[in-house]
């Protein structure tokens, strides 16, 4: 009766496991800032409740497993007003963008392969790889550089004949960066001279600061190659909806993940109703708000980051993230001394420590992942606690 | 740019690969009665509704990974209830039974090991097992016994050094066996003597007829080889809120499985509060009304199913479903052929053929199951054009 290897492997969730710390701290009688995780704390617009409310099913049914007509029909409303080309039938709505990225990996590889990341990277794709036996090959981008891609020389250092896709999330989590043009040709033409798949990870295009486009993989040809991960959760501020998309022009590869997604029957229903109530009633405008308020919150964090001596970041331009090194030996240590040993005025903050987001064993000892999720007097009470932080924990 | 071997080893649904023909007939103007597909019209009680419209969140958030404390509260009342003895921290709520059967392999299984199933068996296992590369071992079920539990012997024969489970569903799905307390401890004999789990898929406990009682695994010793498989979709009759349960008394299991759970991050937040109000609000008197409509259609199907010549079965015991052997050559032709070129006064059926509910190649030729869940004189004229359709299908 033992437990299998793939479970061993799997690493608890660097995002959560020292969420024990925070309780106890709480316990304390500390408030604690948190900017550990990528809850946002904005109010998810009531048209979503409204449109379940409005729509009752006398009976809640399965929908089709690629999802309810409507909802696919409202996506490919939404994705031609962003000029991706995706229609109804490249459609497919999954529970959250984690199963879009589960049935994508297994559509396309086999216990063995390999999938290219750039790491640091959303901390879940190493759980889904685990799940399906996948290695995860890491190109390293760096924080001095503003976690800009690196070169094809990079890439091509860890391809092998194993390699199956290049996955990557664009605006980035963890690091904020947000791809040119240029950045996700390079990926393209990679994967192109490779034969490889390309897993775009674009669930945070609208949060694009100072002007900056989005530019989606859909842009650029042979769009068979392309998989599209999206979802509702950071977007409409809905996290606990679990309604994402997986999207391909690829029709064979549809297919072949409408196997997995049959098996599973269908994603929440109610919840693909409350997106349609989103999808419909909410447009453009909507978004720009939440783009400005976290505009906003970025130039708190990055005001404050800025004060703090010897960090290595740059300004963060996309997504609610911002990576950072600090002048600290262990930044795992230093995230449980800010929630065990240290307070201003009976408040601490938590943040991510970076470990848990590479491949690469021993990697991102000094960096730590920021959620900028609060409002930014929050933020900035937060920055500061961690800037003070440093300073105690080194003298420690 | 190549699909992975898990992909296309997978079979396309048996329940939902003929919907094109099912489709083709209503278009050519017939009226078909679907008893293929395990998807009830009975309503979904409002207590679901209700209560999310009484609860709306402000921001719809992750839940625990394990699920809201108070929906696993109420499932910890609900299994006291039943004296399965399973706390609150034995239970994690998950997106359909279908994800607990997920965990529950991926906690226990590497790619080529063996996992025993019970032939004919409910479908989706089969794709679970290839998205994990795990292969199914089958005993097998004859449906002149009632589908009965196989002998120990026949459980010894498939055995071998790779087996990690036996994994089952109780009442069954697909043939609406019931097994007694004698057969549950074969299981649980076997699995003790091997050192295996046991994953016992108990979904449809509440539906057994003429008095017969449900035999949970949990009756058992030693818990800690035990997962059981659970979900509200038939008992409630919310297919689509896709919540499920895997619990277990096994605390280091149980943390296997949160790894899974946690890189998914929650399971659907909104349906996940619409459960609560359906556990808090209804007892034992709804899910008895809901048993004597089953049991009422189970009459009419054995009733009617009686009726035809040549057929092999014995009256179902439990869930809603019944596997039958029919006097024709190929039983997936058989459906096509009533979809296709049969009729009672413009009215077809359509079931599932069985043999896509088996893991031996080239078994279940001559069965199909029927999902009773039509009203009793719906299913009785179903079943009479079942009848009248042998008939022609074999004077063709």
Same mark, same amino acid.
């Given at each position: ?8 492997? /799997? ?6 496991? +020292?969420?024990?710390?925070?309780e ?8 604690? *800032? ?23 099913? !006398? ?29 109804? @039938? ?11 990225i ?19 990277? *959303?901390?879940n794709?190493?759980g889904?790889a ?10 390293r ?70 002007g ?5 993989? /859909? ?9 599209? #991960? ?16 997986f ?6 590869l ?18 693909q109703?409350?997106?349609?109530g989103? +999808?419909?009633?909410?447009?453009? !405008?909507?978004? @720009? ?13 990055y ?6 001596e ?33 307070d ?5 903050a /938590? #943040?991510?420590? +970076? ?6 064993e ?28 440093? !300073? ?5």
């Amino acid at each position: 009766m033992n437990f299998s290897q793939r479970a061993l492997n /799997m690493q608890e969730s660097p995002i959560r496991k +020292l969420i024990p710390y925070a309780e106890n701290a709480k316990k304390n009688g500390k408030k604690v *800032y948190h900017l550990n995780i990528g809850q946002p704390d904005l109010e998810t617009p009531k048209e979503f409740y409204d449109y379940i409310e409005s729509n009752r099913q !006398k009976v809640i049914s399965y929908s089709h497993s690629a999802g309810l007509p409507e909802l696919r029909e409202a996506f490919a409303d939404y994705y031609k007003r962003w000029n991706m080309g995706f229609e109804y @039938e490249d459609i497919m709505i999954t529970t959250g963008g984690s199963e879009a990225i589960i049935f994508a990996l297994s559509a396309i590889a086999d216990p063995g392969d390999e999938i290219i990341v750039i790491e640091p990277f *959303y901390a879940n794709y190493r759980g889904f790889a685990e799940m399906l036996n996948l290695k995860l090959k890491a190109v390293r981008a760096l924080p001095e550089n503003g976690y800009a891609l690196p070169s094809k020389e990079e890439f091509e250092k860890v391809y092998s004949e194993k390699t199956r896709a290049v996955i990557f999330s664009n605006p980035s989590n963890p690091t904020g960066a947000v791809y040119t043009s240029e950045e996700v040709k390079r990926i393209v033409d990679f994967a192109e001279e490779k034969d490889i798949f390309v897993i775009s990870d674009e669930v945070y295009k609208e949060f694009t600061f100072d002007g900056r486009k989005h530019v989606s993989v /859909m842009e650029f040809e042979p769009k068979e190659r392309f998989i599209v #991960v999206d979802s509702i959760s950071k977007r409409y501020s809905a996290c606990g909806a679990r309604i994402g998309v997986f999207a391909t022009k690829n029709k064979k590869l549809f297919a072949q993940a409408m196997k997995f997604a049959q098996s599973r029957l269908c994603s929440p229903v109610v919840a693909q109703l409350g997106t349609v109530g989103l +999808l419909k009633n909410l447009d453009e !405008k909507y978004t @720009e708000e939440m783009k400005n308020i976290y505009q906003q919150r970025r130039d708190a964090v990055y005001e404050e980051l800025s004060k703090i001596e010897g960090i290595s970041f740059k300004k963060p331009q996309g997504s609610f993230y911002v990576s950072v090194e600090l002048p600290v030996d262990d930044s795992e240590e230093f995230v449980k001394f800010l929630l065990n040993d240290f307070d201003i005025d009976g408040e601490t903050a /938590m #943040v991510a420590p +970076l470990n848990g987001f590479y491949a690469t064993e021993g990697s991102g000892k000094k960096e730590i992942r920021i959620a900028y999720v609060l409002e930014p007097q929050a933020i900035k009470k937060a920055c500061r606690i961690i800037k003070e932080g440093i !300073k105690a924990y080194n003298e420690k």
